[in-house]
């Protein structure tokens, strides 16, 4: 089969690929993050490349306008190569290669340590243990392999230790050229505590542990040097896999038709270069690092793990396994120490991952006198309510709108996207992430958007534009749209919300809505039940508390019980690389929590439809708003 | 450098070695073997062979006569190849390849299995549970591999199961394959139990353990089958690591100049031959073999799983590891199931290995009132005294005479051996194994003989030929030669015992009874505080209480309190194949028992000289020869 070059002008690189292959499959392979949405299907539209020179093979489209057709507009996934080509990217349809890392770890850092109640014993999955043994004697003739293992179990307090083959071999000679002073290295492997490595004579001091959050759209890993029991560094990237679709289902299809193992490939990259980036700028060897824990969703560990995740989207939605065994980390290919640890946090169901039995942890829901709620927004909405004696999770399908994503110009949480809409003196205003000209919208400012629309009367309750109500808003086909800023007002390019947008957003809130509503219903509760709600995820520190209330997102609390969280996925998984006993709790809270299928629930549609207004279709589960409503009329 | 031809003429084989190779290295790797003693150091003149045709450069030997060095005989330890070569290995060299089987698996199979007192549990290391599990549903929800874990904890009542990432990636597809139904192997791993393999249906009735005992002479394997928990089959060969010398000392030394991985490789290759063996015979697939228990001196099981043994041998005389975690059979090299097991039984000190804590699980000694003893003659002696309260062991270097080796005559217990030597109306008698031509004397027939010589009054009881006392006494330089039967009397050659033979069988037997008294006297008691002696070792079926009595070998007690008991080693390592019971206690008795090295007692030098006589140098010890030799007088 032949072979052709694609080079990508603006990012000066050049690939070969075989005759046939896909646009969006060459930029994959030069490592351009295209955010598409529908995994190359064909109906998202968001990965438009313009060909300079050279033939394609393209599939007829609804999404490119003539005048883009005539410049030279493809859609990337939809182009099949048959000769070499020169293509131009524009600006967005690049996704970026990076999330704003500094302000990322910034935020992730500074986030509150104290939301759960009890602090848990120092007892790191994996830990160093110095000891220094007594020579042996004619009397005191114990075999070296069971004169360190007693000795590390009177200073560990540990008796489960167990040591392999390698380490068997090595340790005669070890002990008698370092003086019978040695450091081992412990991993809690369940029910037993391996001796991982031994090394001659202190180095106890030296020990770091990689805590990620893989997150369908953004990976996330921080260094956390052990001894210290402190974060060293963060940083932040787009989930490789995103080529495949944005949304978690287009990625089970797409493991399903190549393999596992490919998106196995995508993810272990993506935490593999977070790590050598972190331990770099810190100066941490990467063998230092012993131990990798990770929180994802369901279908991220099964793709860490390289399981197979098809039964996860298929009737009855079953998991290949939700509580992973400490694995090592080799097997799966992360680079750490060669005998490093791998640990999965323990998943509540196929929908309800490990990031969210991590989040019941870090906010110590599990332990609560009161009855909270935990809302996790992402691609997936996950609900968990519940208090010390009983939980219980569901998630609802949001598609990516809430995240920026599925909306014209919606855009991840980065340079240039506006993250704050807000009125001032009667004006629409907006705020952009690191002071660039806007390049789109993110999750916080979609929900800041709409509100505003709803307040100044531009949309209806329905979330229809409302005819004269701005001069902003324009009609087309009987469908209307605002224009927030255009390319003429200094825009990177005319930023404006479409109807479909809207429905976007409004379907996303009305699954969350529903599904929280569900979740009180089958437990006889109603919302001021609700004495605590944390809000998490990578977004939820962005968004604005009342306007969320404001389009029913939220249910309409006390602004006082709620309470952003931050990334709790990243918080928990870091209490429990710090404690065994934290860890045993993840088990735990895993096995206390009902996991409900909204799909077996009859209700959900009903709860969905009535969930499709603004806030709500019955206006008296929203107060704030009645009354808003009433000052306004 | 130059390579060259060596073909063995007898044997029909020839091989191709470096130059400067020697002629003992290239038998073995002609794999024939050798009987050598001193490891190719040149001074136990047991590797004769004679060169046909070619060159060799020898070093000079005082252990050839002139006739032999006309013949064209050579020390093959001690001969380089500097040319191609036929060679011709002498009868009496050849330590024959194989020992006499179905005699040696009658025996073991025909072993007394109530020894021990009461019965362990039944509880395989290794065993096979089916399941048939519910089918998922939108409300039986559970991940496939946490459903198969719970009904693997419900039938096998065992909670701490783990399962690898292989199995977690194949089952969902095979328990859709097997409508639910599937057969678990679960493995004994410390404090887990690991799924080791899942097969689709119900294969639980299909499932086998081989049991080693690596001997350093001789390793014998019995395969067990599972489920019916009966012996199948057993097979024996020798010890191919004979090539470094028959003596410990000798292949520890072997394992410094070479690598721990050369000897690993050797035994490694003994124990798959034996286990192919016994699976064909028994159509049985090698991976229906799930794991392989083996109980073998502290040298023999750091040779099998490549430990460095250097300081074993070396003051304060220190294993690497007496009691080496269940490792993955295919870790050292063992072809039985891909996922197989490996367990060595361990071990109470440097000098009183595995085989000697199967043997006091076997005999029940550890469990017993009455105060008892089990001594396992072999290269080394090794003595346990106890009882349920305490338990002390120590071991002997007997050196290999009791096995028929580092006599003139001597030779291992093959079809040829002398094995029994006896008076009958005045004359001495003597019977030889499989009916042929005698070629020389086994451990059994030598202990007889001894006794035989000093019952006759040919030697005194300082082991001295006393002249003119038979006619078939002859002295050289003044040192005495017995001739037995000459090759004109119709043997292979002529079968004689000589001064320097009498002395290697008293220092051995005196090694053994002196340990013997040692650990008596350090607990302060005597002979007659033993009201049990168990007499084991892969030749202790074979010798003659009486006449070891006799020699001084065992201490003076009435035969009725000495128990033959076979070879314990693998008696109890298939009581531990069989129940983890077992296999939890062979490590409580490790524990319980004090290992006292005889290197460290000030009194044994003087109790070894003292039983340098026959019986010993204190009559009175011995009340039923001082009977006899009143009777006699």
Chains 1, 2 share one sequence.
């Not at 001796?195 to 020990?207: H, L, P, Y």
């Not at 797409?254 to 196995?264: D, H, K, V, W």
């Not at 993110?442 to 534009?465: E, H, N, P, Q, T």
């Not at 919300?497 to 976007?504: G, P």
Request: hydrophobic share 45%; proline share 4%.
């Amino acid at each position: 089969m032949s072979t052709y070059t694609v080079e990508f002008v603006s990012q000066n690189k050049t690939v070969r690929v075989e005759e046939g292959a896909s646009l969006l499959e060459a930029a994959a392979k030069a490592d351009i993050v295209i955010g598409n949405l529908c995994g190359g299907d064909g109906v998202c539209g968001r990965c438009k490349m313009i060909v300079k020179e050279g033939r394609i093979h393209g599939n007829g489209t609804m999404l490119l306008t003539l005048d883009e057709i005539r410049d030279g507009y493809v859609l990337a996934c939809q182009s099949r190569i048959q000769g070499d080509l020169k293509v131009e990217i524009p600006a967005q349809t690049l996704a970026g290669d990076r999330v704003e890392v500094d302000q990322d770890a910034q935020r992730f850092r500074a986030l509150n340590p104290g939301i759960s109640r009890r602090p848990f014993a120092n007892a790191p999955l994996v830990s160093k243990v110095f000891v220094k043994l007594s020579e042996p004697t004619l009397e005191d003739n114990e075999a070296d392999c069971q004169r360190v293992l007693q000795a590390l179990a009177r200073a560990s307090g540990d008796n489960t230790l167990q040591m392999g083959l390698r380490i068997m071999r090595q340790l005669p000679a070890l002990l008698r050229e370092n003086n019978f002073a040695v450091t081992a290295l412990l991993g809690a492997r369940g029910h037993t505590t391996e001796v991982m490595d031994i090394e001659g004579g202190d180095s106890s001091a030296r020990q770091f542990i990689a805590v990620v959050d893989v997150g369908t759209t953004t990976v996330v890993a921080h260094l956390v040097n052990v001894p210290q029991r402190a974060t060293v560094d963060a940083e932040a990237c787009f989930n490789a896999q995103a080529v495949y679709g944005c949304e978690v289902t287009a990625r089970i299809m797409a493991s399903e038709r190549r393999s596992p193992i490919a998106l196995q490939e995508m993810i272990v990259g993506n935490i593999n270069r977070l790590i050598a980036t972190v331990a770099a700028r810190s100066h941490v060897n990467l063998t230092d690092i012993t131990a990798v824990v990770c929180a994802g969703n369901s279908a991220m560990t099964h793709f860490l793990l390289g399981l197979p995740a098809s039964h996860i989207r298929r009737k009855p939605y079953i998991a290949a396994s939700l509580e992973p065994p400490p694995l090592r980390a080799a097997e799966v290919g992360l680079r750490i120490h060669p005998r490093g640890l791998l640990y999965c946090v323990p998943g509540i169901g196929s929908w309800v991952g490990g990031d969210i039995t991590a989040g019941i942890l870090a906010t110590g829901l599990y332990e609560r006198d009161e009855i909270t709620m935990l809302i996790d927004v992402g691609t997936n909405g996950e609900i968990v309510l519940g208090n010390k004696d009983w939980m219980m999770a569901c998630s609802a399908s949001t598609g990516p709108a809430l995240e920026g994503a599925s909306v014209a110009c919606g855009m991840m949480g980065e340079t240039g996207a506006i993250e704050r809409v807000f009125i001032e003196d009667g004006q629409i205003h907006y705020r952009v992430i690191g002071n660039a000209a806007p390049k789109g919208i993110c999750g916080s400012g979609i929900i800041d958007l709409v509100a505003v629309l709803l307040d100044k009367g531009i949309i209806d309750r329905a979330g229809k534009f409302v005819a004269g109500s701005d001069p902003a808003v324009s009609f087309q086909e009987g469908r209307g749209s605002f224009m927030l800023v255009s390319k003429a007002q200094g825009a990177v390019r005319d930023i404006f919300i479409r109807q479909d947008d809207l429905e976007n957003i409004i379907t996303a809130k009305a699954a969350i809505f529903a599904a929280t509503k569900i979740l009180l219903e089958r437990l006889n509760l109603g919302f001021p039940d609700i004495k605590r709600l944390f809000l998490a995820g990578g977004f939820g520190n962005f968004i604005d508390r009342q306007n969320a209330v404001k389009i029913g997102l939220l249910p309409d609390l006390p602004l006082s019980r709620i309470q952003y969280v931050g990334n709790t996925s990243i918080t928990g998984a870091k209490l429990a690389a710090l404690s065994r006993e934290a860890c045993e709790t993840l088990s735990e809270i895993r096995k206390r929590t009902t996991y409900y299928d909204l799909l077996g629930s009859a209700d959900y549609v009903e709860q969905f439809k009535q969930a499709m207004f603004l806030p709500h279709t019955n206006i008296e589960l929203f107060p704030s708003s009645q009354q808003h409503a009433g000052e306004a009329a």
